[in-house]
Each structure stands twice: as structure tokens, then as C-alpha cells.
């Protein structure tokens, strides 16, 4: 049995919400490596330490990048909209937006803003949607109401689907801002995309199909279906005052009009 448009243009709603919503509470939007110098050895650490007799304080030795790859360790990280998680001892997670250079704090808020938003659309299109089903199945007689819905509904998932699309594009500059520019404690070695960023851009696509299915309902069913009946009360028609046109049935041929005198 094939799905109806308007529960299909639903159905990939609650889908794109619902992958929006994990992808932006992750915090594995990208993830990498970082590049530490090693500390020094003490008596309850032998392992990823520099071996230094008669030193106990790293503020005595200076380590540059070209020493060579077995002074440093390599820690993992992997950060979302909100935190950053970095592989220690135990995994520390930070906000974000500590971070984050001045230069880029507005960008940052932006783009968060806007995701809130997207997020915040796609849940007032779905209950639109939603609305419009039951109308559909529970009152048949007001039909026209849901359709207006379905319009409405398209609107909000098409507009929010854009704005997700810029705050996406904004946290990626955002992110290369600080792993260029960021504090010292936070230097990336290699990093890339995980699986949030790639499931909040799936989702994407989704929400514009939805919109794409949600306009292409209301379409069909309201600008194509051709004009309406006028009523007789119209009060663009000018007939309004007129009585009807009386009914006119040809003369026969054989009935002589003028009578002999």
C-alpha cells in the first residue's frame, strides 16, 4: 500500500526532527587528535613520560615541535555545539564557547541561535502536519482548514530547513577559527567530520524533501484542481441584481405567427 503525501510529508518531518535534535545534543560533530608534550616521569607514572633525572618541573625544560613525535602524546578530542571532550586520564569535557576567540563569540551564538531555531520550526510543522491528519480523517467537511495548514507547514519546514543549512556552515567556520587561532591548551593535530555533522546534513535533506512533498500536496490539491464554482451570491459578479435569463424554446415552423383576418 503506497503512503499518502501528507503522511509521507509527516513521516520525513518527524525523521529530520528527530535526527536534528540528536545531532545537535552530540558533541561529535568533529573529532581529531592533538598534538601534547609528554610529562615528565614521577614514581607513580612510567608510561607517555619523559624520563628526566634530577627534574621535577616541566617550567625547566622547553619543547618545540621539531624535537620529534616520541616527545608527545596524542590525545583524542571530539566536540558539538556545545561541549568539547578531551581524552585524559579521564575524558574532561569544556563548553565550547570557552574556546572560542572573541572575534568569533557572535559567529558561535549565531549559529547556535539558528540551529534552536531550525529545531523550533520543524517541531511547529510537524504538529501542523499532524493537525491537518486529523482533520483529514476526523473532519472531512473542513478539509479546506487543513489544507491551509499543509501550506503553512511547508513554509515553516522549507525556512527552517535554510536556516539550518547556514548555522551548519557557520559552526564549521567557527571551528576552523579556533583550531587555527584557538587557545594554546587546545592545538589540533589532524581532525575531521564524525558522524553528527554528517547525520545533521542527512537530516537536511530530509527536512527539504518533506518541504518539497508538504508544497507539492498543497499544490496538487489547491492550485491545480482547477477553478471553484462561484456562488450566486458572488459579490464580484456583476449578475447579482439580474433576475435569470427566462427559459427560450424555439417557435415551430408549422404554427403560422400571423393568423388570417
Known amino acids: 500500500v503506497t503512503m499518502r503525501s501528507p503522511s509521507l510529508s509527516f513521516f520525513q518531518t518527524v525523521v529530520s526532527l528527530l535526527l536534528n535534535t540528536l545531532a545537535l545534543m552530540s558533541s561529535f560533530w568533529c573529532e581529531g587528535k592533538q598534538k601534547v ?71 558561535m551564538w549565531l549559529s547556535v541561535s539558528m540551529e534552536l531555531v531550525y529545531i523550533g520550526l520543524l517541531l511547529v510543522s510537524c504538529t501542523l502536519l499532524s493537525v491537518q491528519l486529523c482533520i483529514r480523517a476526523w ?34 567556520q567557527v571551528f576552523q577559527t579556533i583550531a587555527s587561532m584557538g587557545p594554546e591548551d587546545f592545538k589540533p593535530h589532524s581532525y575531521g567530520y564524525s558522524w553528527a555533522f554528517y547525520m545533521a546534513w542527512f537530516a537536511f535533506t530530509v527536512c527539504m524533501a518533506a518541504g518539497v512533498s508538504t508544497l507539492n500536496n498543497y499544490t496538487k490539491k489547491v492550485l491545480m ?30 404554427i403560422n405567427p400571423n393568423p388570417p383576418q
Open 37 to 107: 608534550p609528554k610529562p615528565l616521569c614521577t614514581a607513580t607514572k612510567h608510561t607517555n613520560c619523559i624520563p628526566v633525572p634530577g627534574v621535577s618541573n616541566t617550567s625547566n625544560i622547553q619543547f618545540f615541535w621539531e624535537t620529534g613525535d616520541d616527545r608527545f602524546v596524542f590525545p583524542r578530542f571530539h566536540t558539538g555545539l556545545f561541549f568539547i571532550c578531551e581524552e585524559n586520564i579521564y575524558e574532561k569535557c569544556r563548553g565550547f564557547h570557552n574556546l572560542t576567540p572573541e572575534s568569533e563569540t557572535a559567529m
Open 139 to 172: 473532519f472531512p467537511s473542513t478539509l479546506r482548514w487543513g489544507q491551509m495548514l499543509n501550506a503553512f507547514a511547508a513554509v515553516f519546514t522549507v525556512l527552517g530547513g535554510l536556516l539550518g543549512m547556514v548555522g551548519h556552515m557557520m559552526f564549521m
Open 225 to 254: 484542481v482547477g477553478p471553484r464554482r462561484t456562488s450566486s451570491l458572488n459579490p464580484c459578479s456583476f449578475n447579482i441584481l439580474l433576475p435569470p435569463a427566462p427559459y427560450y424554446t424555439p417557435l415551430d415552423p408549422r
